[in-house]
T-cell receptor, first 114, second 115 residues
Framework: GENVEQHPSTLSVQEGDSAVIKCTYS??????FPWYKQELGKRPQLIID?????GEKKDQRIAVTLNKTAKHFSLHITETQPEDSAVYFC?????????????FGRGTSLIVHP | DVKVTQSSRYLVKRTGEKVFLECVQD?????MFWYRQDPGLGLRLIYF???????EKGDIPEGYSVSREKKERFSLILESASTNQTSMYLC??????????????FGSGTRLTVV
């Protein structure tokens, strides 16, 4: 099955700095890579996703890059703000009958200091 | 606009009890999932279901079972609760082939403590 490694487990930055979270996956059949943000005491929420036919995707201050050859993908947050503080999860999944069953990384706790 | 509802936010049960965790979604999604979330271990899939009365084992099904009698409801059952099942349990749903909605909608979670 799929195995997803996520680094770092904790990331501390100053407000305004950039933050990068990296993930690697093992199953070359994986073709959908979502990222979830979970604020303290709240449910995980999808913030951005990328499919394997795209190398990069941006949405305002967040971007995700994918390198299928190396089997790694990354989340980039620019101009970080205190409200970006949360646990971020990457995931990778192959498509099975039109559905995706993602395998999650262990999470990165991002702390943005004002 | 809560779309995936878990019946309990906090539960305390005794070792050996049978425990039911309920999840209801109002988005007419076909697929429903149960995860447990533990610090440092991320989200681990327990069971999932593609349709009514269908169920598939995830990565850690031991000690759990599920029931899906109606499309909108997916129940997780701990047949005989043990202390190592103390965890946060998250339900999620999605529907296949809906573009960006491949992403999950999660419930708020049930924090279960087994004493």
């Amino acid at each position: 099955g799929e195995n997803v490694e996520q680094h770092p487990s904790t990331l501390s930055v100053q407000e305004g700095d950039s933050a990068v979270i990296k993930c690697t996956y093992s199953d070359s059949a994986s073709n959908y890579f979502p990222w979830y943000k979970q604020e303290l005491g709240k449910r995980p929420q999808l913030i951005i996703d990328i499919r394997s036919n795209v190398g990069e995707k941006k949405d305002q201050r967040i971007a995700v890059t994918l390198n299928k050859t190396a089997k790694h993908f990354s989340l980039h947050i620019t101009e970080t703000q205190p409200e970006d503080s949360a646990v971020y999860f990457c995931a990778a999944s192959p498509e099975t009958g039109g559905s995706y069953i993602p395998t999650f990384g262990r999470g990165t706790s991002l702390i943005v200091h004002p | 606009d809560v779309k995936v509802t878990q019946s309990s936010r906090y539960l305390v049960k005794r070792t050996g009890e049978k425990v039911f965790l309920e999840c209801v979604q109002d988005m007419d999604h076909e697929n429903m999932f149960w995860y447990r979330q533990d610090p440092g271990l991320g989200l681990r899939l327990i069971y999932f279901s593609y349709d009514v009365k269908m169920k598939e084992k995830g990565d850690i099904p031991e000690g759990y079972s599920v029931s899906r009698e109606k499309k909108e409801r997916f129940s997780l059952i701990l047949e005989s609760a043990s202390t190592n099942q103390t965890s946060m349990y998250l339900c999620a749903s999605t529907s296949p082939g809906m573009g960006r909605d491949y992403g999950y909608t999660f419930g708020s979670g049930t924090r279960l403590t087994v004493v």
